[in-house]
């Protein structure tokens, strides 16, 4: 029944934020509906910027990857401001996480379960 989930992440420019994830996370564009929506995509994963007046609370998104070492490195060679260094959690994982311009946190990491 259930085939996967895009979340909707708020932004105050669809643009802006657009190049944001194609330059810093290697996303291309997927669509765009003039200047208040657009999904950006990156292999299976699928994110929804919408434009919004007002940013009452950032989201925070998970994002599975094979090597967090390896996207690490990548956002720190594009100077991806980095809000959490990249760490092995008590919860099983390695990740980092990194803040969009408009703040959204996006958690990057894999699973170090055996």
């Known amino acids: 029944m259930w085939r996967g989930v895009t979340p909707q992440l708020f932004v105050s420019d669809v643009a802006k934020s657009a190049a944001w994830y194609r330059d810093v996370l290697g996303f291309e564009t997927a669509w765009a509906r003039g200047e208040s929506f657009a999904a950006v995509r990156c292999g299976n994963v699928e ?20 090597d967090a070492d390896f996207a690490y490195a990548l ?12 760490a092995a959690t008590a919860w099983g994982t390695r990740e980092f996480v990194l803040r969009d311009p408009d703040g959204n946190r996006l958690r990057i990491g894999h699973s170090i379960r055996r």
């Open 75 to 86: 956002c720190r060679e594009r100077d991806a401001p980095v809000a959490e260094p990249l």
């Open 47 to 66: 994110l929804f910027l919408a434009r919004a007046e007002s940013l009452a609370a950032p989201a925070t998104v998970c994002l599975l990857v094979d």
